[in-house]
C-alpha cells in the first residue's frame, strides 16, 4: 500500500490492468510515477503514463481501446474502471482520465518514436506491472529533460528523477550514448544547465522540492545532483561533449 493519496489511487488503478496483455503488447509503465513508487515515493506524481516503441504493437492496442470495451479491453476480468472523460487517441498517443475513488488521475499511452525499448526483467515490475527497463527509464528522463529543462512550470523534475534512480557510471555512460542516438549532444548540454540551475540558482531546488512535494532531505537531494554533475564532467571526452 503506498502512502501518498494519490499513489493508493494510482495503485488502485495499476491493480485492475491486465499487466500480461500490456507486456504482450510492449507496452511498460515509466515516466515519474513509475520512478517515484519504485523509490519510496520521494515526491507526488499524479499521472499513470505508460510508454510503447513497437508501432505494430501500439496500433493494435489504439485499435482495443477506441473499440466498444473501451478501458476494458485492457483491464482484468472484474475491473471496475471508471472514466472521468472520453478516449482520445491520435498518431501520438492514447489519453483518458480515471475515477478512483475521489480522485481523477490522467492515464496515457505514448509511442515513443525516438528510441527503442528494451523487454522488462524480473525486477522490473510495480503492482505486477511492467516497468521500463532502469536504462530505458533513465534515457527517457534524458530525452524529456533536453523538452523541458528551463520550462519553470516543470521543476525541473526530469533531472531530479533521474539522480533518484541513483545510476552507476557505467549507467550513466549507458543511458547518455542511448538518448544521444536521438537529440545528439544537446543530451550533454541540457543535462549540464538543469542541474546548475538546480544547484546554483538560489532557493530554485527549495522551490522544486516544495512543488513536487518532495519529502527526502534537501541535503541528499543536492548531493545526488553534485555527484551527477561531477560524474559526467570527469568523463567528459568520453561522452564526446561538444560546446
Not at 30 to 47: F, H, N, P, Q
Not at 92 to 117: N, P
Request: hydrophobic share 40%; with cysteine.
Amino acid at each position: 500500500m503506498f502512502r501518498r493519496k494519490h499513489h493508493q489511487a494510482i495503485g488502485n488503478i495499476l491493480q485492475q490492468l491486465n499487466g500480461d496483455l500490456l507486456r504482450e503488447h510492449r507496452c511498460y509503465f515509466g515516466g515519474g510515477t513509475a520512478i517515484a513508487l519504485m523509490k519510496d515515493e520521494y515526491r507526488e506524481s499524479v499521472d499513470i503514463d505508460f510508454l510503447i516503441s513497437d508501432k505494430e504493437h501500439y496500433r493494435e492496442l489504439r485499435s482495443l481501446l477506441t473499440d466498444t470495451a473501451g478501458i476494458y479491453s485492457i483491464a482484468k476480468k472484474g475491473a471496475k474502471l471508471v472514466l472521468a472523460r472520453d478516449i482520445k487517441a491520435d498518431q501520438y498517443g492514447i489519453r483518458t482520465m480515471i475515477q478512483s475513488g475521489d480522485v481523477v488521475v490522467k492515464f496515457e499511452i505514448v509511442l515513443e518514436g525516438r528510441i527503442v525499448f528494451d523487454g522488462p526483467g524480473p525486477s522490473n515490475f510495480v503492482e505486477n506491472i511492467a516497468t521500463l527497463t532502469k536504462l530505458d527509464l533513465l534515457t527517457s528522463k534524458l530525452l524529456a529533460n533536453s523538452d523541458r529543462w528551463n520550462d519553470a512550470a516543470i521543476y525541473n523534475r526530469d533531472i531530479i528523477d533521474y539522480v533518484m534512480l541513483a545510476p552507476s557510471k557505467i549507467e550513466l555512460n549507458a543511458s547518455l550514448k542511448k538518448a544521444h542516438l536521438a537529440y545528439g549532444n544537446s543530451i550533454h548540454r541540457d543535462l549540464q544547465k538543469a542541474s546548475n540551475k538546480l544547484l546554483a540558482h538560489d532557493g530554485w531546488l527549495e522551490e522544486c522540492m516544495k512543488m513536487l512535494k518532495i519529502d527526502i532531505p534537501k541535503a541528499l537531494l543536492w548531493q545526488k545532483l553534485n555527484d551527477l554533475m561531477r560524474d559526467h564532467t570527469t568523463n567528459e571526452k568520453l561522452y564526446s561533449l561538444k560546446t
